[in-house]
């Protein structure tokens, strides 16, 4: 009857989990690696916004500088071309010319 009683103990250690079927450095490997790549992947994503909102703030601000030069230009060419009751160049010239005969 000893030898059942010795597999019924093999069949029950067998069965029981024990602390040394878990393998620790593999589990710790697999943790460094994972918070790596999930700190990496934070670490790009905010780059990435931070970058995009540089551009936009950069393209915002160019159209914010230029806008009173293009008011300028606009108003400029108006006075070429003779808009808001104002003589072209041309014109100016010609009654110029017209007046003093040169």
Do not use: W
């Not at 551009?55 to 003779?82: F, T």
Request: with cysteine; proline share 3%; charged share 20%.
């Amino acid at each position: 009857m000893s030898h059942s009683n010795d597999t019924t103990n093999a069949d029950a250690a067998i069965e029981r989990p024990s602390y040394d079927d878990v393998n620790t450095p593999v589990i710790v490997v697999i943790g460094a690696i994972s918070a790596i790549v999930t700190l990496l992947s934070v670490m790009f994503v905010q780059g990435l916004c931070y970058h995009l909102q540089n551009s936009y703030q950069r393209q915002r601000a160019q159209q914010v500088e230029h806008l009173p030069a293009r008011e300028a230009i606009e108003a400029q060419k108006k006075v070429l071309d003779g808009g808001d009751g104002v003589a072209s160049i041309n014109d100016a010239i010609a009654k110029v010319v017209a007046t003093y005969g040169k």
